[in-house]
């Protein structure tokens, strides 16, 4: 029941309040509903996580399991806000602490967030997922969870589904169990975008910035088409991005007065949520924690150093120790699979840095004909300066080439948002070379360069990938605080409202057009979420599918077979069985079957399926001895040919007369 996910959204809410109650009188009152509602979703975070956790090792991941937790929670949080008194007084910070704007760029500004909001949260709650990485892990490893009833390991040819960080998943599995079906994905992403906003905004009145400088840092992330497109999706990119926002306000914070015990514990949380999110996490980081670092060696306070590690250590392992103790039993490696990750760069060198970097950028700046023409000449230039292929494989990750397309979640480039971190980066320069108000720009500029240094090391590490931009969401959630300084602090109003202009103008098209679930009701949208049926959006990039897998599932229906063996080749979108099985996914038992890999020593010797589905896959032996009939076969063309066929045991195949 969909009103059963408000359950966690309370939880969240309950911790908000909890956590405004704390705020010493010292906290700037501007500060205090925001920096509560930051630390509030860090905790609700990981106390999801360590839920989750608990459930898993009961073998109660169900909706049972989960209903109970969160109303557990909420009852816990209830009696104890009540008892203490810190209901009254939560509210109360809050409350008071809540500014509404007082001049017409405030107002214009709240007003266009909240329209841009709602938008998404309307496109994400009437379309399913949508995206190949979507079906082929994030919602697949969450239907094997449900189906297990634990997180623990399952025999799967796409291993991915097993050691990528499942955090964002956790939370679409919680949301899965209390609405039992999909139509909650999308909320991990949207959630995140809303407490993203909040985190940015804050960060740059940490600096300094004025009322309408953080409403720009908060416009600066709203209208990227990379984000704005994932914001009603079922990725995990945004999740990422405000747990980035959250690192970033405690470090902007401790650059200018001492950080409590409660930041410290906030800002442990969010690194081992990022750890827990995604694995560009740790290069993006890495910069600022040396930053915060430095600033704490320079205060010489050795005793807060070593409590703060102490705290950070403490959070890290508790909230990743079931993932990577998992991780490790299956594969004898914490973090990663056995196979080798075709991700990162086959060699290293200076000539890597600048080939990635360089392509990276031109990533990010894709946009009109002549501006790519220009960049691709360039590009060419710098290649054939080191001697080496624009494309060369050793450090490519797929496709030799630029997908122009401004309304795809996967490769939408930031080309006015990129040029604006140039800009920030030389009005900075400019200031410190006139030597105004020179301590505090300093600040600002070295958040910068740990935006850029963190690009840096990605591009050292990390093949080159077309669809790579939404990767770098963090340096620029790095560089909103610095975006909303400089505009209210450096320059003249009317160029805050002239770069807001520009930015809402680019936001409209993937806004309204989003390829795979299209908020418009124009006729050349054939994904539009007013037109098309929920079943129809699900195939919106694997239309070459369709037929096959629902002809299939429907098979699947009729013959009275329940268990299936999957053999399913390494990079296939899984997730389609799950959504298109008739009446509902949690009358089946789908398991992956003759797995070539480690995990088929986790196959479980009393699966007997009665029917088989090969998808982009050898047949297994199985097949071939005589023991399972074949009921239907497809072909289709979708980069390259695919196949799907479906075997059942013979009494499963109805018999017909002549």
């Given at each position: 029941m969909l009103v059963l996910s408000l359950l966690p959204v309370i939880g969240i809410l309950l911790f908000w309040i909890y956590s405004a109650s704390i705020q010493t009188s010292e906290e700037p009152s501007d500060f205090i509903w925001q920096e509560s509602l930051i630390r509030s979703a860090l905790i609700w975070s990981a106390w999801l996580v360590i839920g989750t956790e608990i459930l898993s090792l009961i073998s109660e991941i169900t909706s049972l399991g989960v209903i109970v937790f969160w109303a557990l929670t909420i009852l816990v949080l209830l009696i104890f806000l009540w008892k203490t008194g810190r209901f009254a007084f939560g509210w109360y910070q809050i409350i008071n602490s809540i500014r509404l704007p007082k001049k017409i760029f405030g107002w214009i500004s709240l007003v266009l967030i909240i329209i841009i909001l709602i938008i998404l949260f309307i496109t994400g709650i009437l379309s399913p997922p949508t995206i190949h990485d979507v079906f082929t892990y994030h919602m697949s490893r969450v239907m094997h969870w449900i189906q297990n009833r634990t997180l623990d390991y399952f025999p799967t040819s796409i291993t991915w589904q097993l050691w990528m960080p499942p955090f964002s998943e956790m939370i679409q599995l919680n949301f899965y169990l209390l609405t039992g079906n999909d139509?909650?994905?999308?909320?991990?992403?949207?959630?995140?975008?809303?407490?993203?906003?909040?985190?940015?905004?804050?960060?740059?009145?940490?600096?300094?910035?004025?009322?309408?400088?953080?409403?720009?840092?908060?416009?600066?992330?709203?209208?990227?088409?990379?984000?704005?497109?994932?914001?009603?999706?079922?990725?995990?990119?945004?999740?990422?991005?405000?747990?980035?926002?959250?690192?970033?306000?405690?470090?902007?914070?401790?650059?200018?007065?001492?950080?409590?015990?409660?930041?410290?514990?906030?800002?442990?949380?969010?690194?081992?949520?990022?750890?827990?999110?995604?694995?560009?996490?740790?290069?993006?980081?890495?910069?600022v924690l040396i930053w915060l670092l430095i600033i704490f060696i320079k205060k010489k306070n050795w005793k807060d150093i070593l409590v703060f590690i102490g705290i950070g250590i403490l959070a890290v392992g508790s909230l990743n120790a079931g993932q990577w103790l998992r991780n490790f039993n299956a594969f004898g490696d914490p973090l990663n699979s056995s196979a080798a990750d075709f991700t990162l760069n086959q060699r290293f060198g200076l000539d890597v840095v600048i080939s990635n970097l360089s392509r990276n950028i031109v990533?990010?700046?894709?946009?009109?004909?002549?501006?790519?023409?220009?960049?691709?000449?360039?590009?060419?230039?710098?290649?054939?300066?080191?001697?080496?292929?624009?494309?060369?494989?050793?450090?490519?990750?797929?496709?030799?080439?630029?997908?122009?397309?401004?309304?795809?979640?996967?490769?939408?480039?930031?080309?006015?948002?990129?040029?604006?971190?140039?800009?920030?980066?030389?009005?900075?320069?400019?200031?410190?070379?006139?030597?105004?108000?020179?301590?505090?720009?300093?600040?600002?500029?070295?958040?910068?360069?740990?935006?850029?240094?963190?690009?840096?090391?990605?591009?050292?590490?990390?093949?080159?990938?077309?669809?790579?931009?939404?990767?770098?969401?963090?340096?620029?959630?790095?560089?909103?605080?610095?975006?909303?300084?400089?505009?209210?602090?450096?320059?003249?109003?009317?160029?805050?409202?002239?770069?807001?202009?520009?930015?809402?103008?680019?936001?409209?098209?993937?806004?309204?057009?989003?390829?795979?679930?299209?908020?418009?009701?124009?006729?050349?949208?054939?994904?539009?979420?007013?037109?098309?049926?929920?079943?129809?959006?699900?195939?919106?990039?694997?239309?070459?599918?369709?037929?096959?897998?629902?002809?299939?599932?429907?098979?699947?229906?009729?013959?009275?077979?329940?268990?299936?063996?999957?053999?399913?080749?390494?990079?296939?979108?899984?997730?389609?069985?799950?959504?298109?099985?008739?009446?509902?996914?949690?009358?089946?038992?789908?398991?992956?079957?003759?797995?070539?890999?480690?995990?088929?020593?986790?196959?479980?010797?009393?699966f007997e399926p009665c029917g088989i589905i090969v998808l982009d896959a050898s047949s297994p032996e199985i097949v071939e001895d005589g023991s399972y009939s074949l009921k239907d076969e497809w072909y289709f063309e979708s980069d390259g040919e695919r196949h799907l066929i479906l075997y059942l045991l013979p009494e499963y195949i109805p018999q017909t007369t002549e």
């Open positions: 139509v909650m994905s999308f909320y991990n992403q949207w959630q995140s975008l809303v407490l993203a906003l909040v985190a940015v905004s804050a960060a740059a009145g940490q600096f300094g910035a004025k009322k309408n400088g953080q409403w720009i840092s908060a416009i600066f992330i709203l209208t990227m088409p990379i984000v704005v497109l994932q914001a009603s999706g079922a990725k995990n990119d945004l999740v990422l991005a405000f747990i980035f926002s959250a690192v970033a306000y405690y470090i902007i914070k401790a650059t200018h007065e001492n950080l409590g015990v409660w930041d410290k514990i906030s800002l442990s949380i969010a690194v081992g949520l990022g750890l827990l999110t995604k694995g560009n996490f740790p290069f993006f980081v890495l910069p990533t990010q700046m894709i946009s009109i004909g002549f501006v790519n023409e220009i960049m691709m000449k360039a590009l060419t230039t710098i290649h054939n300066m080191m001697g080496i292929s624009v494309f060369d494989q050793t450090i490519t990750n797929g496709p030799g080439e630029f997908f122009i397309v401004p309304t795809r979640e996967e490769v939408a480039a930031n080309p006015i948002h990129f040029l604006v971190t140039c800009f920030v980066v030389l009005v900075l320069l400019i200031s410190l070379f006139k030597k105004k108000n020179c301590s505090k720009d300093r600040k600002v500029l070295y958040l910068c360069i740990a935006a850029f240094l963190g690009m840096v090391i990605f591009s050292a590490i990390f093949r080159w990938q077309v669809w790579g931009t939404r990767y770098f969401i963090p340096y620029y959630v790095l560089f909103a605080p610095a975006v909303g300084y400089i505009f209210s602090r450096c320059l003249p109003r009317w160029m805050g409202w002239l770069v807001c202009a520009a930015l809402l103008a680019w936001l409209i098209n993937p806004l309204l057009n989003n390829h795979s679930r299209s908020f418009s009701w124009s006729e050349s949208n054939r994904n539009s979420i007013w037109t098309m049926s929920r079943k129809g959006l699900l195939f919106a990039n694997h239309q070459a599918y369709e037929g096959a897998i629902l002809e299939m599932t429907y098979e699947m229906y009729t013959s009275g077979c329940r268990e299936y063996g999957m053999v399913l080749g390494k990079n296939v979108p899984e997730y389609l069985f799950w959504a298109t099985l008739t009446p509902d996914a949690s009358e089946y038992r789908l398991e992956h079957y003759a797995v070539d890999n480690v995990t088929a020593s986790l196959e479980s010797p009393d």
